[in-house]
């Protein structure tokens, strides 16, 4: 005949199995609560797992302010470099670009993003040349440039590179990296859109991401 097993330790082992699922589901709620929210759904920007800081700069806008990693921070910024000598990529960029902005003045959200056109060619672009260029696209495009030692810190901060290669008639040219950088709000190196710029794809991101924060 089996023993019965007293109902008081019937009892303390049914409260024990319900204080281990209650713990269970506290930890399994509580990493939920706790996790990074998944990412938005983007067309074509790519955004980095793991955003970091720009940075320390300082470069010279066209009116002759300082535009420093400071000046990054409450919007999304959309970062080009390039040069005005360039033949293609940076006003088929830029034109793009123009296109965006007019969907995002549409949408009402220009005043939480910029877009920032940076040169990497200082000895030709002036700030009166480089101001003129920019504005021809946008007059709310905001354009700087800087020394080399200036501009190098910055592009090796956000992975990009350029450099100059000498022409046969005594001049140069300018090759750079075509991605534009994405910069969040708090001032990070959050991801980058890729050529070929669709103005469609990059308006719906960025009206994505404008929503996100």
Known sequence: MKTPIPSGRIGLALVLVIAALALAFGLWAGSRWLADPPPPSLQTAVLYPDPRPVAEFSLQRTDGSALTEANLRGHWTIAFFGFTHCPDICPTTL?????????????????????????????????????????????????AT????????????????????????????????????????????????????????????????????
């Open 95 to 143: 034109a793009t670009f123009r296109q965006v902005w007019t969907e995002l003045a549409r949408r009402g959200v220009t005043d939480r993003v910029r877009f920032l056109f940076i040169s990497v060619d200082p000895e030709r672009d002036t700030p009166e040349k480089l101001a003129s260029y920019v504005q021809f696209f946008s007059k709310d495009f905001v354009a």
């Open 146 to 213: 800087g020394t080399d030692e200036q501009l190098t810190r910055l592009t090796r901060s956000l992975g990009l590179l350029y450099v100059r290669d000498p022409d046969p008639a005594g001049g140069y040219n300018v090759d750079h990296s075509a991605s534009s950088i994405i910069i969040d709000p708090d001032g990070r190196r959050a991801g980058l859109f890729r050529p070929p710029f669709v103005a469609e794809q990059i308006s719906s991101d960025i009206l994505t991401l404008v929503e996100s924060r």
